[in-house]
C-alpha cells in the first residue's frame, strides 16, 4: 500500500522543524571555527572556509574559565544526587503509602511548578541573604534544589506507581525483606525513571543562568552560563569567542546525554500510567 500524499506532507513538516530547531546549533558551531573577517562577510558562509582554533584558545586562556568550569562542576554534582535522592525517596512515599494530607501535598507539587521563577528571584535572593548563603555555591545548590524537586518528585512518582505491587509482595513472598524487595524490585524498574530525572537536574544545574545572575556577584564564582556574559561588553560583543565557549558549555550536557539516552527513550514513556 502506497502512502498518500498526507504522509508526505507530515514528514516534509518534520523536518522542516528538525531543521529550524538543529540550524541555530549548527550556525553557533560552525561560527566557532571562523575568523572575525568571515563571521562579518556578505553574503554569510554556511561553513568555515578556514576553519581554525583561535576562538578556543582564547577561551580556554580566560583566567576566569576554568573557575566557572570547576564552579558549574561543582553545582551539578551536588545538585543531582541530591535532588534524585530525595525526590525519589519522596515520590516512593506517595506512590506506594497512603497517609494524611497526601492529596494536599501532590497539589502543592503541582502548583509550585507553575510558578514563574522570575517572580521568585527577589525572595530567593533576600532568603539567601539572610541565612549568610547568597554569593555562594551553596546558595546555587539549595536554589535549584528547590526548584527541581517538585518536577521530580512528581515524575518518579509515575514511574514508582508503574511497578505493579504484585512484584514486591511476591518477593516478600519468597522472604525478601521490604528493603531487599526495593532493591530487587522497584530500584531495577525504575532506573529510567532515575536516569530521565538525572539527566532534567543536569541540564538545569549545568546551563542554569536566571538564578546564577541574582545570586553570584564575585567572577570567581561564576558559572559558565554567566562567565560567557563577559563576552558582551559596552564596546560590542566578541562572537567568536561567545560562540566557542558556548561549544564547550554545551559539550558535557551533549555527551552525558548520548551515553544515557537508550535509558533515557525508555524512560520518557515509562512513567505515563495512572498513579
Not at 101 to 112: F, I, P, Q, S
Not at 154 to 163: D, E, H, P, Q, Y
Not at 217 to 244: C, I, N, Q, R
Request: hydrophobic share 55%.
Amino acid at each position: 500500500m502506497k502512502p498518500g500524499p498526507g504522509k508526505y506532507a507530515w514528514t516534509a513538516l518534520g523536518v522542516l522543524v528538525i531543521v529550524v530547531w538543529v540550524f541555530p546549533v549548527y550556525w553557533m558551531a560552525t561560527t566557532a571555527f571562523k575568523s572575525t573577517a568571515a563571521m562579518a562577510a556578505d553574503p554569510p558562509q554556511l561553513w568555515p572556509h578556514t576553519p581554525n582554533l583561535v576562538h578556543f584558545r582564547k577561551v580556554v586562556h580566560d583566567p576566569l574559565f576554568w573557575d566557572a568550569v570547576t564552579n558549574s562542576a561543582l553545582v551539578t554534582a551536588l545538585t543531582v544526587p541530591l535532588a534524585v535522592l530525595v525526590a525519589f525517596g519522596s515520590a516512593l512515599a506517595i506512590a506506594r503509602f497512603r497517609f494524611r494530607g497526601r492529596g494536599v501535598y501532590l497539589t502543592a507539587v503541582m502548583l509550585v511548578q507553575m510558578v514563574p521563577h522570575v517572580a521568585l528571584v527577589v525572595p530567593v535572593f533576600l532568603t539567601l541573604s539572610d541565612v549568610g548563603l547568597s554569593d555562594s555555591v551553596p546558595g546555587l545548590v539549595v536554589t535549584y534544589l528547590a526548584f527541581i524537586l517538585p518536577f521530580a518528585v512528581w515524575t518518579l512518582r509515575g514511574f514508582i506507581a508503574s511497578v505493579p505491587k504484585d512484584l514486591e509482595e511476591a518477593a516478600m513472598t519468597d522472604g525478601c525483606t521490604r528493603m531487599g524487595a526495593f532493591r530487587r524490585i522497584i530500584l531495577p524498574l525504575t532506573l529510567p525513571g532515575l536516569i530521565a530525572t538525572s539527566v532534567y537536574s543536569m541540564i538545569l544545574a549545568w546551563n542554569e543562568y536566571l538564578f546564577a545572575y541574582f545570586i553570584l556577584a564575585s567572577p570567581d564564582k561564576y558559572t559558565v552560563p554567566l562567565w560567557l556574559t563577559h563576552f558582551v561588553t559596552s564596546e560590542g560583543t566578541d562572537y567568536g569567542a561567545l560562540m566557542a565557549g558556548s561549544v564547550i558549555v554545551s559539550a558535557p550536557v551533549v555527551v552525558f546525554f548520548m551515553l544515557v539516552q537508550k535509558h533515557l527513550a525508555a524512560g520518557l514513556t515509562a512513567g505515563a500510567v495512572k498513579g
